[in-house]
């Protein structure tokens, strides 16, 4: 079945340097693949997600560019913020049997000064 | 923005007992889910809803009943809770316009911490 798989369960880093976040799948289709952010005490919420098309999706400095040759959709940063500590979650989406999602486990990441 | 509201918050159940997990969108979002969520294992799907009347099983469904009885609401219930089922649980809704979308957004309520003693 479909899974997503992140490697680094713990991830700690000085402020300023940059940021990526590993994640690979398997799918039997040509899935989506979405990142989702939750701070402390929050809820998860949407950071990136996938195009169809070959443009590489960014939103407050994060970018993941989707390789289907080596099935990774890893986030990255070029300089990590304070604000950037969270929980990161990559997911898949299979494009041939609907909408749910499969999570990974997660990567909490820590930024410190 | 997306409104997902989930109560309670916080509950302490014994083991035995009989939980309800309920969950409110005002977004008019046809599909809903609910996850739990665990240290080192992320989030998983316990059941899902594409409409009022319908639920489904996600990956982790046994011990869980779900009900949807409205396009608003989306309920989980324990019907004997175990201690095994203490996490947090999310609820979600998607902005599919059909019965599943592979590129929709999730959105999450403030999630539920239920702890079984």
């Known amino acids: 079945g479909d899974s997503v798989t992140q490697t680094e369960g713990l991830v700690t880093l000085t402020e300023g340097l940059p940021v990526m976040l590993n994640c690979t799948y398997q799918s039997t289709y040509s899935p989506f693949l979405f990142w989702y952010v939750q701070h402390l005490n929050e809820a998860p919420k949407l950071l990136l997600k996938s195009f169809t098309d070959n443009k590489r999706p960014e939103h407050q400095g994060f970018h993941a560019t989707l390789h289907k040759s080596s099935s990774s959709f890893h986030l990255q940063k070029s300089s990590a913020q304070l604000s950037d500590s969270a929980l990161y979650y990559c997911?898949?989406?299979?494009?041939?049997?609907?909408?749910?999602?499969?999570f990974g486990k997660g990567a909490k990441l820590t930024v410190s000064p | 923005e997306a409104a997902v509201t989930q109560s309670p918050r916080n509950k302490v159940a014994v083991t035995g007992g009989k939980v309800t997990l309920s969950c409110n969108q005002t977004n008019n979002h046809n599909n809903m889910y609910w996850y739990r969520q665990d240290t080192g294992h992320g989030l998983r799907l316990i059941h899902y809803s594409y409409g009022a009347g319908s639920t489904e099983k996600g990956d982790i469904p046994d011990g869980y009943k779900a009900s949807r009885p409205s396009q608003e609401n989306f309920s989980l219930i324990l019907e004997l809770a175990t201690p095994s089922q203490t996490s947090v649980y999310f609820c979600a809704s998607g902005d599919a316009r059909t019965g599943g979308s592979s590129a929709e957004t999730l959105y999450f309520g403030s999630g539920t911490r239920l702890t079984v003693l």
């Open positions: 997911a898949l989406s299979d494009g041939g049997t609907g909408s749910k999602l499969s």
